[in-house]
């Protein structure tokens, strides 16, 4: 299921970032919180906005 929504979220262009936070973090995880928001050069509460954003969509 997580999957699935994840797929839905990695076809659309403008949610390319949400997808990326809620790969690293629950998919293929790569620790803290910290070390997923610097992958893409982002600021924790940047990363945590998007990861919350698709968090909430795919709950929707």
């Given at each position: ?15 390319a ?24 050069d ?19």
């Amino acid at each position: 299921m997580l999957l699935e929504a994840a797929r839905r979220l990695q076809a659309s262009p403008k949610d390319a970032h949400k997808y990326q936070a809620l790969h690293f973090t629950y998919i293929k995880p790569l620790g803290s919180q910290e070390r997923i928001a610097e992958r893409p050069d982002l600021s924790l509460s940047t990363y945590q906005r998007y990861l919350q954003s698709a968090l909430n969509q795919i709950t929707a």
